[in-house]
């Protein structure tokens, strides 16, 4: 009681609640009854607040979404940055990877084009089309523009290094394709398909990032399961190999699909599409953030 009240004369009001709640507690357990605060304090049960209506989804199967191998890889970096992007659709600033990378999926694209009309691709004729597509609008400087340029014709000298000794025929370049996963359609880009000697069929996928993926990667990547699937939907039979060409290095790596690696595939991908469709856009925490076009609109 005392320190109830020396905590009213020094303005200690929470504290002196306190002390008064405990006094009260106390003679009510001397009474035999139980002690309750709210009732003590006068203070009203609160009523029960009214559910809020749960948004309508912002896509919804069977509304016409497609998704693609990048939007899953993408969602799965970050749900949130995924809506902004796949879904809202707010532009960002162009990159220069991205010129880079545009350009010489362009190029070797032409150039294959000319293998599968009976041409021989050349240097001379790569560099033709480099000045044909190349644009330095991504480029705040002239040095950075010169250095990516450099690095592409490199690209190309390991491109067309591997063409001439490669046995297998292109059928397909720049190949496009829907396709249905788990009842969603799925579109995409197959760089190119070629046709083995053995009479089956590769898939070849061109990459400008410096660091190569390791085979386990491989097997459980998105995209590459992908391109297996379509390749099975458009031949009957699953290609003999999926394979990633980096450019910078000119090294290749193999991922050999079978109905195994398809099946887990298919059974990872399932509750990512599910939650993309349910609406879970909550933002992913990682080193990425720091690079992000999005960041003012989260605040991470």
Aim: hydrophobic share 35%; net charge negative.
């Amino acid at each position: 009681m005392k320190e109830a009240v020396a905590a009213i004369a020094d303005k200690r009001y929470r504290s002196a609640v306190g002390k008064i709640l405990a006094l009260e507690c106390v003679r009510s357990l001397d009474e035999g009854k139980e002690f309750d605060n709210r009732e003590f304090l006068n203070i009203p049960f609160e009523k029960p607040a009214v559910p809020r209506r749960k948004p309508e989804p912002l896509i919804k199967p069977g509304d016409g979404t497609r998704l693609s191998a990048s939007a899953l890889k993408l969602y799965d970096d970050c749900p949130l940055r995924f809506k902004f992007e796949k879904i809202l659709r707010i532009p960002t600033e162009p990159r220069t990877y991205f010129s880079l990378g545009t350009t010489a999926h362009l190029i070797i694209e032409h150039l294959t084009k000319m293998k599968m009309g009976g041409e021989t691709p050349s240097m001379e004729k790569a560099e033709d089309l480099l000045e044909r597509f190349w644009s330095p609008d991504a480029y705040s400087s002239q040095k950075h523009e010169r250095e990516d340029r450099t690095r592409l014709i490199a690209h190309l000298n390991n491109y067309l290094e591997w063409e001439m000794n490669n046995p297998n025929i292109p059928v397909e370049t720049e190949m496009e394709f829907e396709i249905r996963v788990l009842g969603t359609p799925f579109t995409g880009y197959i760089d190119r398909l070629e046709r083995t000697e053995s009479g089956g069929y590769a898939v070849v996928d061109y990459k400008t990032s410096k660091t190569p993926m390791s085979k386990n990667d491989a097997k459980e990547d998105i995209q590459l399961n992908l391109y297996a699937l379509c390749v099975k939907e458009k031949t009957g039979s699953l290609p003999e190999k999926v394979s990633l060409f980096y450019l910078d290095k000119g090294k290749m790596v193999d991922y050999i699909p079978d109905y195994e690696s398809i099946s887990a595939f298919l059974e990872n991908a399932e509750p990512v599409i599910d939650r993309i469709f349910a609406g879970d856009f909550e933002p992913k925490e990682s080193r990425n953030c720091l690079y992000c076009d999005y960041r003012i609109l989260c605040g991470k």
